[in-house]
């Protein structure tokens, strides 16, 4: 290590291995970022970056604190602009397909590039992506640019899912670019660092399945997704005697398994894709591309907030329903693996699919006694649960801040207590919870770890992206800090309670392409 700027050689900790490069070429196109002209650091994520062991020092060399620190000159806003290659990096732009609103469409990274897969000391592998990185073979009519804001906003609500426990893809670094990107209006361009555990999506499914005559990309994507996300399922035959042991099916039942769990956790705090396309669907089961996803105020399974779901097809209460959907075109491209004559291979699909939705529904069910504090299990809880959510549809009940009231009943009085029948619902949860083991302390000590206090609400984030747009970064920090410890009631956060106030334009989203 020499201590001059100019020569350090000390590693930043990358360590690529770039496993998808192995897979067809039809799966890829090899691309290296497009250089912006004046890169600079906005956000860095410190404890992101140390967890998947990178040196930050050797990153930001001389440099104590990077967060908003604006660093011209350093090496990590050279890799994560997009302008220098971080040593072992492969970059490509992933090709893949998808249904967007129902409509099938030949898709790829349009302005997203791979530049590898990245093994953390322990051995976990991650795939690093730059979000706005430039033109690749799939940008269609697209600048293969990001906007300041949309790329911050992905930051903000995929940390606070983070947080929150939810499974997702998360943010290591936003860098503005010093371009303009022209939108409806001119916006300020930035790039986004996305760590995932893979961005294999429904929609490489579809993409294997739309160019394949004999299905060696199907099998190629669905072995490479075996050995790296299910490995235990690797090991099953295609075609066993009985079908019973085959691991494509497996897979899809892996699938299957873990999308029912990761929508439950959504319908839990609240949250709403916005977006749920199939290319938009990962098939890890993290929560990926945040677009207008949002965090819900007042509880109505209705809810929408992008500006381009005029149907209402991704709304709050739908999500499970088209996960489903989502999931029946991951099962139909995986039919000519599932058995060699069709229609034995679409009963075996049906049959998987015909679980999701009890699997979703124990998943929801299971989250749902946690948030009313309840561990065991009674005939009537879900009756008790859904009469809760009625009450607060029905009297417009901020959906964060009833369930954060009820866990802390003890100390505060209860806003809602008022209504007949919220008084009536609250004497039958009393009732319920006296009939397990556990006592009153110990219910209370699970609903606060399982409802959040600190939700990353609408008028919140819009404020702190207002602010970073202008220069002014302070707000963003401290939501961050805010958000990264959403079971803390920290009387320094009090803001960060309340919900958006009363307007007469309901609150949207937009994509912010
Ligand atoms: P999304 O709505 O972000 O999931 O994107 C849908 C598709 O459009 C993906 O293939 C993206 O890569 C592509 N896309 C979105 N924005 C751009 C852009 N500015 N330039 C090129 N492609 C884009
Ligand atoms: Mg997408």
């Given at each position: ?100 609103f ?47 804001g949309a790329?911050?906003r992905e930051?903000?609500i ?114 709403i894709h916005g977006v749920m396309n199939?290319?938009n ?8 591309d945040y677009g207008p996803c949002a ?8 809810t929408v907030f992008s500006s381009i779901d005029q149907?209402?097809?991704y ?143 609408n008028?919140?984030v ?45 609150y949207k989203t937009y994509c912010g392409t």
């Amino acid at each position: 290590m020499k201590d001059s700027k100019e020569n350090i050689t000390f590693s930043a900790g990358w360590k690529f291995d770039n496993s998808y490069t192995q897979l067809p070429s039809a799966f890829f196109t090899k691309q290296k970022p497009t250089p912006v002209s004046a890169p600079s650091m906005v956000i860095f994520n410190h404890a992101l970056a140390t967890s998947l062991g990178l040196n930050v020092e050797a990153l930001f060399a001389d440099s104590e604190n990077v967060v908003f620190a604006g660093n011209q000159d350093l090496s990590g806003t050279e890799v994560f602009s997009g302008n220098q290659l971080p040593e072992g990096a492969e970059p490509l732009a992933q090709a893949y397909a998808g249904h967007q609103f129902g409509h099938f469409n030949m898709l790829g990274d349009g302005r997203a590039i791979l530049l590898g897969e990245h093994i953390t000391p322990s051995g976990v592998r991650f795939d690093i992506q730059l979000k706005g990185a430039g033109e690749t073979a799939y940008s269609r009519r697209g600048d293969g640019r990001a906007a300041l804001g949309a790329m911050l906003r992905e930051y903000i609500i995929s940390e606070a899912m983070h947080a929150l426990g939810v499974p997702t893809t998360r943010s290591l670094a936003v860098v503005a670019t010093g371009e303009p990107v022209y939108r409806t209006s001119v916006l300020q361009g930035a790039v986004l660092t996305r760590v995932a555990a893979s961005h294999i999506r429904v929609g490489t499914f579809q993409f294997a399945a739309s160019i394949d005559d004999d299905s060696a990309a199907l099998i190629a994507l669905a072995d490479y997704t075996l050995n790296r996300h299910f490995s235990k399922l690797a090991s099953g035959k295609p075609f066993d005697q009985t079908y019973a042991n085959n691991k494509y099916l497996a897979l899809l039942e892996a699938v299957i398994d873990r999308q029912a769990e990761l929508i439950a956790r959504w319908m839990q705090i609240g949250f709403i894709h916005g977006v749920m396309n199939t290319d938009n669907m990962s098939i890890c089961g993290e929560t990926i591309d945040y677009g207008p996803c949002a965090f819900m105020d007042s509880y109505d399974p209705a809810t929408v907030f992008s500006s381009i779901d005029q149907q209402g097809r991704y709304a709050f209460g739908n999500q499970a329903p088209i996960a489903e959907w989502n999931l029946v075109r991951f099962a139909e491209t995986l039919l000519p693996l599932l058995h060699p004559e069709q229609t034995s291979a679409i009963t075996i699909a049906q049959t998987a699919l015909q679980t999701f939705s009890v699997k979703f529904r124990q998943y929801w069910l299971k989250g749902m006694r946690a948030k009313l504090g309840l561990y065991t299990e009674e005939a009537n809880d879900a009756l008790l649960i859904d009469g809760l959510l009625n009450c607060m549809e029905k009297h417009d009940l901020d959906y964060t801040n009833t369930f954060r009231a009820l866990s802390t009943e003890a100390n505060i009085k209860i806003p809602m207590l008022d209504f007949p029948d919220f008084i009536v619902w609250h004497s039958l949860w009393r009732k319920r919870l006296l009939i397990q083991d556990q006592n009153l302390a110990t219910s209370v000590n699970l609903m606060l770890f399982t409802n959040p206090a600190i939700i990353a609400r609408n008028h919140l984030v819009e404020s702190a992206l207002s602010a970073a747009e202008a220069g002014d970064f302070s707000v963003l920090e401290k939501l961050l800090e805010a958000l990264s410890k959403p079971f803390n009631d920290n009387p320094k956060y009090a803001d960060y309670l309340l919900p958006a106030p009363l307007s007469n334009t309901p609150y949207k989203t937009y994509c912010g392409t």
